[in-house]
């Protein structure tokens, strides 16, 4: 099982809507690792990190979001596996 690692960049109307708790739960559910935060500039920006498969899986969720959420683009970058061992939020930067 290869462990992988993406930042990602989400935008949209994703402030407000519950974005960060539903990536924490969805993410944690996924068995994945690693944190989100509210951006100052109305983006969230996240970490994941875990099996290839499950991180593709949750990106691809994450298009969708929470029901009140509306995702214009995910930028995804590839980084560096971390070896986090949970999820969790982080303050607003």
């Known amino acids: 099982m290869a462990?992988?690692?993406?930042?990602?960049?989400?935008l949209g109307r994703?402030?407000?809507v519950f974005y960060?708790?539903?990536t924490?739960?969805?993410a944690s559910g996924l068995g994945l690792a690693?944190?989100?935060?509210?951006?100052?500039?109305?983006?969230?920006e996240a970490l994941v990190e875990g099996a290839e498969q499950a991180v593709e899986r949750f990106i691809s969720l994450a298009h969708e979001g929470p029901p009140a959420a509306h995702?214009?683009?995910?930028?995804?970058?590839v980084i560096?596996?971390?070896e986090l061992?949970?999820?969790q939020k982080r303050p607003t930067c």
Not at 3 to 10: D, G, Q, S, Y
Not at 34 to 41: A, K, L, S, T, Y
Request: cysteine-free.
């Open 3 to 10: 462990v992988v690692a993406r930042h990602l960049m989400i």
């Open 14 to 16: 994703v402030q407000g």
């Open 20 to 22: 960060r708790n539903w």
């Open 24 to 26: 924490v739960e969805t």
């Open 34 to 44: 690693g944190w989100v935060r509210n951006r100052m500039d109305g983006s969230v």
């Open 71 to 77: 995702v214009a683009r995910i930028d995804a970058t």
């Open 80 to 82: 560096d596996v971390e």
């Open 85 to 87: 061992t949970s999820f």
